[in-house]
């Protein structure tokens, strides 16, 4: 799992970790909207699964449960 902001800065992102304490899961940061584009991420939080070969298989937009996602992963 990869968190990927893009939002803000990179000192916005910075200064969220460290007020958050995230350490899991490791947080990328996407200056250049690049993977935000190319699977159409219009705002957070969304959460992608991805498969192996880089295929979205599922979208959560907004607010999500991890619950569901573990189960939508497991069914993939």
Aim: hydrophobic fraction near 40%; charge should be negative.
């Amino acid at each position: 799992m990869v968190g990927v902001g893009a939002q803000g800065g990179l000192n916005d992102a910075n200064a969220f970790l460290a007020a958050t304490g995230i350490q899991t899961p490791l947080m990328l940061f996407d200056e250049q909207y690049g993977l935000w584009n190319h699977y159409g991420v219009t705002g957070q939080p969304t959460a992608i699964l991805v498969n192996s070969g880089g295929t979205a298989i599922h979208e959560f937009d907004g607010r999500f449960d991890g619950a569901e996602v573990l189960q939508v992963a497991g069914s993939s």
